[in-house]
């Protein structure tokens, strides 16, 4: 069974940091691209950034460009999403999300359940 | 800025059939923008239910189906039940790695 488990989400004052990491099971992770998605609030589904299988190549939003920094271990099973110089608008519920595997697939297969980062004073 | 449009709210009643779009602010979208269609509850991850324009995930029942519609990806739901109150989210790919979601639908059954 494939399993995503989201940690590291918290309070944070405006400008700080926080990294959040997503350890998963179930599947050879060293094989899959990784993502996360972000929902503040009451609001929609925001795609925030993505990582290769083997991690040589990263793509972000432009909403978090140059804050935030995806990596991953594939010795670990572990992704991490390192959040830098937070804002009120980054408060959201953080997941995690496999892409499938398959040439021309570029959808998300199996998500975690999320962690929640606040922002605020 | 890329801007994926989908209704924001939609009733139906039970037994009824519905399409639920996806669109872009500027421009048409096509097969290549791979839609993918996402269903969530609340205080729940999101749910697969389409990719690939048209392919359901495993175990989404055949009564989801996927195509492109009038330049905009489409979510059909053929015969609302109850439990399908959800809100459904479209994501397309825009190349080079980034994918967008929609704003959401947020989908009533009376």
């Known amino acids: 069974e494939v399993q995503l488990l989201e940690s590291g989400g918290g309070l944070v004052q405006p400008g700080g940091s926080l990294r959040l990491s997503c350890a998963v099971s179930g599947f050879t992770f060293s094989s899959y691209a990784m993502s996360w998605v972000r929902q503040a609030p009451g609001k929609g589904l925001e795609w925030v950034s993505i990582?290769?299988?083997?991690?040589?190549?990263?793509y972000y939003a432009d909403s978090v460009k140059g804050r935030f920094t995806i990596s991953r271990d594939n010795s670990k099973n572990t992704l991490y999403l390192q959040l830098n110089s937070l804002r009120a608008e980054d408060t959201a519920v953080y997941f995690c999300a496999k892409r499938a595997v398959g040439t021309g697939s570029y959808h998300f297969d199996d998500w975690g359940q999320g962690t929640l980062v606040t922002v605020s004073s | 800025q890329t801007v994926v449009t989908q209704e924001p709210s939609f009733s139906v009643s039970p037994g009824e059939t519905i399409t639920l779009t996806c669109g872009l602010s500027?421009?048409?979208?096509?097969?290549?923008?791979?839609p993918s269609w996402y269903q969530q509850t609340p205080g729940q991850a999101p749910r697969t239910l389409i990719y690939s324009t048209n392919t359901r995930s495993s175990g989404v029942p055949d009564r989801f189906s996927g195509s492109i519609v009038a330049n905009k990806a489409a979510l059909t739901i053929t015969g609302v039940q109850a439990d399908d109150e959800s809100d459904y989210y479209c994501?397309?790919?825009?190349?080079?790695?980034?994918?967008?979601f929609g704003g959401g639908t947020k989908l009533t059954v009376l």
């Open positions: 994501m397309l790919y825009m190349g080079s790695g980034i994918r967008v």
């Open positions: 500027s421009g048409s979208v096509s097969t290549s923008h791979s």
């Open positions: 990582i290769t299988d083997s991690g040589t190549k990263t």
